[in-house]
């Protein structure tokens, strides 16, 4: 029994120490790059001195790896169960890490179902209620970490059939491991995401053509607001039936009166900015034509009063033949 129980550990033993965790130095694993095959005591001693940044992990095979934001193994750790594309909050925190081979979870099977599309700082995601964590939301992800983020809303609709690489990220107490929080601070997306699903908040979506005739805008609130892209503009979609399916998904909301800034962009500050436009080329156009006005008025003042200065002369000239005597009078 005793040998059994030795050759499993060597066999673990072996099994960790031909993994490969490769760590980057930049998000979305790029960067310089370190390959681990075996625990760590000490990660800052393997990094270029002044660059203890680790901002995403590789993980090859089926291995977990455990970090610890002190050397030897110590402190707060973070569970790392599939290649993360962010580190989170262990960015700067990673100083030892051990490697071990992954046990067999019970997970719930993945769904495609029930997903809704929302607004965060650094793009679109997919939301849902939790199937696993109730009460929470929880987003499309595939490292359990970071949420799948898109620049277009429209670019989201392609991801809802991924199922297999499907791993969702949580909110609340199972977020705290990575992120050091539970994501329900004021602008951060589980908080915008519970409210959202819980209250449907979606009204007055209609749809408009683009001033671009290559797509479809899509306002509402009596259109001073549109969906934006992330450069702060309405962004035009494909088609009026891709643009009804994202409006159908969208949430947003509308707390205490105010919208989401992340989610639409001010259309009415456009329409008031040509308005301004309108009325300022107005005036200009006005004031040249009341100044033409103003110019021919006073030519004809001048014509006018030359004119009648020359008949003044005239009779005046006229008057003084008058006065003359018959003796007086040329000879003829």
Excluded at 167 to 189: D, F, L, Q, V
Excluded at 203 to 214: E, F, L, M, N, Q
Excluded at 266 to 293: C, M, N, P, R, W
Aim: aromatic share 10%; charged share 20%; net charge negative.
């Amino acid at each position: 029994m005793v040998l059994r129980m030795r050759l499993l550990l060597l066999l673990l033993v072996g099994a960790a120490a031909h993994a490969q965790i490769t760590l980057y130095e930049l998000p979305a694993f790029r960067g310089r790059s370190l390959l681990l095959t075996d625990d760590v005591v000490n990660v800052s001693s393997l990094l270029r001195s002044g660059h203890n940044v680790v901002q995403s992990l590789a993980i090859d095979g089926p291995y977990v790896v455990t970090t610890f934001d002190q050397v030897d193994f110590r402190g707060l750790h973070a569970t790392w169960r599939y290649s993360t594309s962010f580190t989170a909050a262990w960015t700067h925190r990673i100083r030892s890490l051990r490697v071990s081979n992954a046990s067999a979870r019970i997970e719930a099977p993945p769904s495609a179902l029930d997903w809704k599309l929302a607004a965060t700082r650094d793009g679109f995601i997919m939301v849902r209620s939790s199937t696993t964590n109730a009460g929470h939301p929880e987003c499309h992800s595939t490292d359990a970490v970071t949420c799948t983020t898109r620049a277009h809303l429209y670019d989201l609709l392609d991801r809802n059939e991924e199922i297999e690489s499907l791993r969702p990220a949580p909110c609340g107490p199972p977020r705290i491991e990575h992120w050091n929080s539970s994501g329900y601070g004021r602008h951060e997306w589980c908080a915008k995401a519970r409210f959202g699903l819980s209250a449907s908040g979606r009204h007055g979506w209609h749809y408009i053509p683009a001033k671009d005739p290559s797509g479809i805008v899509i306002k509402v609130l009596d259109e001073s607001l549109c969906v934006q892209a992330r450069t702060s503009a309405c962004d035009p979609f494909p088609s009026v039936e891709v643009a009804d399916a994202c409006a159908r998904a969208l949430l947003w909301s509308n707390e205490n009166g105010t919208y989401d800034l992340d989610a639409f962009y001010q259309y009415a500050a456009l329409e008031d900015h040509g308005k301004s436009s309108s009325f300022i080329e107005s005036f200009v156009f006005g004031f040249l034509v009341a100044s033409t006005l103003l110019v021919v008025l006073a030519v004809l003042v001048v014509i006018r009063l030359r004119a009648k200065a020359s008949r003044d002369v005239d009779a005046t000239y006229c008057s003084s033949c008058n006065d003359l005597d018959e003796s007086q009078a040329p000879y003829t």
